[in-house]
């Protein structure tokens, strides 16, 4: 099935590094979301974007949607221990449109933090 | 806890044998969205409601596949026949679509493991 394009795959950093990751598609969306998930759990949402150019901060997670309505990208600043986790993009088409309901997502970030 | 909920959170079944996923959103949302995850992959959309419609299936959902949302609230997931290739994360989503915005909310998923 469809799938964003997420990266990178995984990242292995020290405990108090920033980290970056985006999200790219060859197709429009009109939300994009940020989600954390742990091993065996679902997906936690982290940020939600509604509109192009709108960068959003939740804490220590800034995101981002890119103008292209294409792209977004999410940065973590000074990470720790509990940021590690896996990081999905997720973009929907529109809420009100037949069928564009679905979310899509990328196929994930693994984060791995040394201590 | 008013978050989504879902149960049972794991299943070990043999090939060939019936099971059901029960889900039940957040309280008063009124779409509630089946998706499906296997290992290293994002969640992939397989069908959703609004209120007891079914409103769109993907083509993930198979003749062997059935959902209901009968009054609107909980949803059932049914897989009838079991096949190994069937073992995966079924999580379950809800959202509030009457708001200018959506936002899917995840529960914490079904573990379906087919031997």
């Known amino acids: 099935g469809q799938q964003l394009n997420q990266s990178p795959q995984s990242m292995f950093i020290q405990e108090g590094e920033d980290v970056s990751m985006n999200c790219t598609s060859s197709?429009?969306?009109?939300?994009w979301l940020w989600y954390k998930q742990d091993p065996g759990e679902g997906p936690v949402l982290l940020i939600a974007?509604?509109?192009?150019?709108e960068l959003t901060s939740n804490g220590r997670l800034t995101a981002q949607f890119g103008i292209t309505r294409k792209d977004s990208f999410l940065n973590i600043s000074a990470s720790i221990p509990s940021d590690v986790g896996i990081y999905f993009c997720a973009g929907q088409l529109g809420f009100l449109i037949q069928g564009a309901q679905k979310l899509v997502f990328g196929q994930g970030t693994r984060l791995t933090i040394n201590p | 806890d008013t978050g989504v909920s879902q149960d049972p959170r794991h299943k070990i079944t043999k090939r060939g044998q019936n099971v059901t996923f029960r889900c039940d959103p957040i309280?008063?949302?009124?779409?509630l969205y089946w998706y499906r995850q296997t290992l290293g992959q994002g969640p992939e959309f397989l069908t959703y409601?609004?209120?007891?419609?079914?409103?769109?299936k993907s083509r993930l959902l198979s003749d062997r596949f059935s959902a209901e949302r009968p009054k609107g609230s909980f949803s059932t997931l049914e897989i009838q026949r079991t096949e190994q290739g069937d073992s995966a994360m079924y999580l379950c989503?809800?959202?509030?679509?009457?708001?200018?915005?959506?936002?899917?909310?995840f529960g914490p998923g079904t573990r379906l493991l087919v031997l």
């Open positions: 309280s008063e949302h009124n779409r």
């Open positions: 974007l509604y509109k192009a150019g």
């Open positions: 409601f609004q209120n007891e419609a079914q409103l769109e």
């Open positions: 197709s429009i969306f009109n939300t």
């Open positions: 989503a809800s959202s509030l679509a009457m708001a200018i915005q959506e936002t899917q909310y």
